[in-house]
């Protein structure tokens, strides 16, 4: 037994349109390439994902989830410090827009892709962003914010532009440095 096939099919498939996804672009990649990647038939790949919509749209939401635990693990972490959270979320969003690899936020980048506002990975885009300002607007409203909802999408824009400065070739403490300055801007502290 080799140790592809000790890795479920589903996350082989999945392991493979993140990667791809991802580096190359949603609609660069072909079904073929991923099921070469992923080693399954066609028949088992469109079992697990009978349209690309689905395959898309299951990719984004492993990445949201991903991004979640994330924000979630270091809510918890520094719970009662919401000014320690943004900061954290600035340096990690320096840290990862400089590091190798990177190609801009994956979910900025398939909305670029996906122009039709029905397609089913838009909807896990928007639902994502949703979250994410709101877990913004919640660190706002607990450090005592006015308006907080309309500072957390401000906020959102500011992390969009940091990611594209860190990916046209900013340092990550750079970026970290002017997302904080410019995020106090924001919310007047």
């Known amino acids: 037994m080799s140790v592809i096939d000790l890795v479920p099919v589903r996350e082989r498939i999945l392991a493979a349109a ?6 190359e672009g949603i609609r660069a990649v072909s079904a073929d390439k991923l099921i070469a990647a992923a080693h399954v038939s066609k028949v088992t790949f469109y079992r697990h994902f009978p349209t690309k919509g689905d395959l898309v749209a ?5 990445r949201s989830e991903e991004e979640k635990s994330f924000i979630v693990a270091k809510r918890d972490e520094l719970a009662g410090d919401p000014a320690g959270v ?14 190798p690899g ?3 936020c994956p979910f900025i980048n398939a ?10 990975g838009r909807r896990v885009i928007a639902e994502h962003r949703a979250w994410v300002v709101q877990q913004a ?10 308006d907080p ?4 999408e401000q906020l ?3 992390r969009d532009g940091a990611m594209v400065s860190g990916y046209v070739g900013h340092a990550p403490e750079q970026i970290a440095t002017a997302l904080v300055a410019a995020g106090r801007a924001i919310i007047g502290r």
């Open 137 to 146: 607007a919640e660190l706002l409203a607990e450090l005592g914010v006015d």
């Open 111 to 120: 909305a670029a892709e996906l122009p039709d506002g029905d397609h089913p």
């Open 102 to 104: 990177f190609r801009g």
């Open 86 to 99: 943004l900061r954290w979320y600035a340096g990690a969003v320096g840290d990862l827009s400089c590091s």
């Open 18 to 23: 993140t990667e791809h996804y991802y580096a």
């Open 58 to 62: 299951a990719y984004l939401s492993a």
């Open 156 to 158: 959102m824009m500011l």
């Open 149 to 152: 909802a309309t500072k957390a």
